[in-house]
């Protein structure tokens, strides 16, 4: 039955590299239907709602014309966040009655103390909900039925995050391409696709000129503040705007070289990666999709991922190619439940 | 066999390399040799689209018998071949199959609908079902919780005035209870009806009452409230409510106090404001009374904003003043009490005179009537 088609089966070009085929269209079906489904629930539905957003952008994404896949469920994220929700939220939302119990009696000393110790156990909380989502997220994608993973631990995540912030602080932010990269390496590092390992060469003196650029910007608009106050003076105020302005260009300019920096040295069972980014691009993406959001009141939110992934695509060139036959599946554990530390922080919003 | 298969990738789940097989589309599946192994058949419906690619037609598929394998057509009319023979794998996508989720939300939509508009049925089948001893032990306790450590006003007379008055407004009247009707020694302006029949007056009504014939129209009014059944409506009401947010799974533990402050609907003060006309008219009791202990309370209530009046879920003074003064003539009225009586119950709780400095308005209090 099948010889009509045997002259058929010639093999049609399949796209080199990374493509997206994603529309935001299509995209905006799921999306209407998320936020219908999610009003009727209560606000449940939205677990179910976000897995169908991702597998939607997920099988759009291709590398050499194979799909990428998500195989999360929205129960794993509803359990994830039920289990955050009582072993998490709640305790913290006690803690919070109490202090506020105390301020009452006028009892400050132990309201700074632990008001203190709260605000520390969210900021290493922080951390840990950003790994833990990576984590996730990795272990729920296939390519060619090949799983993601992450390895490490949150802990040591978060022990970094805070260590290297501690760091910024001491040096005044001068640390702070050393710690962008280094926090990179953790992450990167430990990213899997079957037994094929992701590294990610520690190198961050290149990043030191862009930043000093957007730092010095800072330090003379600080400079300026201090040297206004103390002579009782506004005639220096009209170099203020321009200021500001010259720090966002230098921001999104540093920015840029991150991620040119970071991924470049991204290595990959012999493979190399480079984004072709400029600052510009990086802030007309930003800028655009900031106008879409906020002049549709967020209608236009999936059209704002289908042009970051075409974006992002268009900039993102694999160099060379693994050895397949050596990339075997991943036999780490996967995490049973999904983000429900991330949901909690408002993390990611698909 | 081979000459006549689609050529197809195959991925074998344990490495991602791409192996070549030849794949024929017969009656009821795929079926191919997989590399260094047998014969093998993916019917149709264990077959799942992962994904199609919008420029050529290629697609992926994934196999219900072993999660880790896939196989790509990589030719677009073996691609619509497939979909014709499993047109279940059109729908496979995430942007598809529009109709049934919203015909879901409709379907939620129009249950919450039913549920809201037959929910008073419902309320009025649990009243009606509940054994009278169950709202009187709700009863008890609720009242319990509002009265706290103050004690029952027990001096003779004044009980005996209590007594007549409140046989003078029911003579000839159903309840749908045995009354038991209370005076608490606490300086409030208030009273209330509890489920079964309760009803308490608090000492700093009668103190701030300027005629007995007030204090007639609140007496009036609660009893209205327990004609009606309204404390019981409105505690299933508050269970309801929580038992929904329950189920809705989220722990809302915390609200349930905020509920207990709810009050009646201002339906329900109309019509226990109505009864209360109603039962003061069959006594020949003037409601002149009661319409001027609402015009002190207007003056009383005038400093609070007017959201809160917006927000409060009683009828206005004003309003409910006008409604009394507009009642039918009733012809001849005599007060409800003699002025030893009125004396006396002023008295119950062996207080004689004392006056509060100014009504105090704070939380529920006054609004509660
Ligand atoms: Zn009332």
Redesign the interface.
């Known amino acids: 039955?099948?010889?009509v088609?045997?002259e058929?089966?010639a093999?049609?070009p399949?796209?080199d590299g990374v493509t997206f085929?994603g529309?935001g269209r299509?995209?905006f079906?799921?999306y209407l239907?998320n936020i219908?489904?999610t009003?009727?629930?209560?606000g449940?539905y939205r677990f179910w709602g976000k897995t169908?957003?991702r597998?939607?952008v997920w099988?759009?994404l291709?590398y050499k014309?194979?799909?990428f896949?998500y195989t999360g469920t929205g129960l794993e994220l509803f359990l994830g966040f039920?289990i955050v929700f009582?072993a998490v939220i709640?305790p913290l939302i006690g803690v919070g009655i109490w202090v506020q119990l105390l301020l009452q009696q006028g009892d400050i000393t132990l309201v700074i103390v632990i008001g203190g110790l709260l605000y520390l156990v969210f900021f290493c909380l922080f951390p840990i909900a950003i790994f833990r989502a990576y984590r996730y997220r990795l272990s729920r994608t296939l390519?060619?039925?090949?799983r993601f993973g992450l390895t490490g631990t949150g802990r040591v995540y978060a022990a970094k995050f805070i260590g290297y912030l501690l760091l910024q602080i001491i040096t005044l932010g001068l640390a702070s391409p050393y710690t962008t990269v280094k926090l990179y390496e953790y992450l990167v590092g430990n990213v899997w696709?079957?037994s094929?390992r992701f590294s990610l060469d520690p190198s961050w003196k290149p990043l030191m000129r862009p930043f000093l650029m957007f730092w010095g910007c800072i330090v003379f608009y600080f400079v300026l503040f201090v040297a206004a106050q103390v002579a009782g003076t506004t005639s220096i105020n009209f170099l203020a705007f321009p200021t500001m302005i010259a720090i966002a260009c230098f921001y999104f300019y540093y920015s840029a070289a991150v991620y040119r920096h970071v991924v470049g040295n991204i290595m990959f069972e012999g493979v190399r990666f480079s984004v072709d980014l400029k600052g510009r691009e990086l802030f007309g993406l930003f800028f655009v999709n900031g106008l879409l959001l906020v002049f549709t009141l967020g209608i236009a939110f999936p059209w704002v991922i289908v042009r970051i992934m075409n974006f992002m695509v268009d900039k993102l060139a694999v160099h060379g190619e693994?050895d397949?036959?050596?990339?075997?599946?991943n036999t780490e554990e996967m995490p049973t439940y999904g983000e429900g530390l991330a949901e909690a922080f408002d993390i990611g919003s698909i | 066999m081979n000459e006549l298969g689609i050529q197809c990738g195959y991925f074998d789940g344990q490495s991602a390399a791409e192996q070549s097989i030849s794949v024929e589309f017969m009656m009821d599946g795929l079926v191919f040799q997989v590399p260094g192994g047998g014969l093998v058949s993916w019917s149709y419906d264990q077959l799942r689209l992962i994904s199609l690619q919008r420029n050529n037609g290629h697609m992926t598929l994934g196999w219900a018998e072993d999660d880790a394998v896939r196989m790509r057509i990589k030719n677009r009319e073996a691609g619509e071949q497939l979909f014709r023979l499993a047109p279940h794998l059109k729908a496979d996508r995430p942007e598809k199959g529009v109709m049934k989720p919203v015909m879901v939300s409709g379907a939620i939509v129009a249950i919450l609908a039913m549920i809201y508009f037959s929910y008073p049925v419902f309320r009025q089948a649990i009243i009606m079902s509940l054994p009278d001893s169950w709202a009187q032990e709700i009863g008890n306790t609720l009242a319990q919780v509002s009265i706290g450590k103050a004690a029952s006003c027990t001096d003779p007379q004044g009980l005996i005035a209590l007594q007549t008055l409140t046989d003078r407004l029911t003579k000839g009247v159903a309840m749908p209870y045995e009354l038991d009707i209370r005076v608490i020694d606490a300086p409030i302006v208030n009273a209330f009806a509890a489920p079964g029949g309760q009803v308490v007056l608090f000492r700093g009504l009668l103190d701030e009452a300027q005629s007995i014939d007030e204090v007639a129209g609140v007496l009036g009014h609660e009893l209205g409230h327990v004609k009606h059944r309204h404390p019981l409506k409105r505690v299933i009401d508050i269970y309801g409510f929580e038992l929904l947010l329950t189920s809705l799974g989220g722990n809302f533990g915390g609200y349930s106090s905020m509920l207990l402050m709810m009050s009646y609907s201002r339906d329900d003060e109309r019509e226990a404001d109505e009864t209360s006309l109603s039962l003061l008219k069959d006594a020949h009791i003037s409601g002149d009374g009661y319409a001027d202990f609402f015009e002190r309370l207007e003056e009383k209530q005038s400093f609070l904003p007017d959201v809160m009046n917006f927000l409060s879920t009683h009828p206005l003074p004003e309003e409910r003043e006008q409604t009394i003064r507009e009642r039918d003539d009733v012809g001849p009225t005599t007060p409800a009490l003699n002025k030893s009586e009125w004396h006396a119950l002023r008295n119950i709780c062996g207080s004689a005179g004392r006056k509060l400095d100014d009504w105090d308005l704070q939380d529920e209090e006054i609004i509660n009537i």
Do not use: N
């Open positions: 039955m099948s010889t088609l045997q058929l089966d093999e049609q399949e796209p085929d529309q299509e995209l079906v799921v239907v219908l489904l009003i009727v629930t209560f449940l169908r957003i597998q939607y099988s759009h291709r014309g194979d799909a896949e039920v009582f709640l390519w060619r039925g090949i696709m079957g094929g693994p397949f036959e050596k990339i075997s599946q």
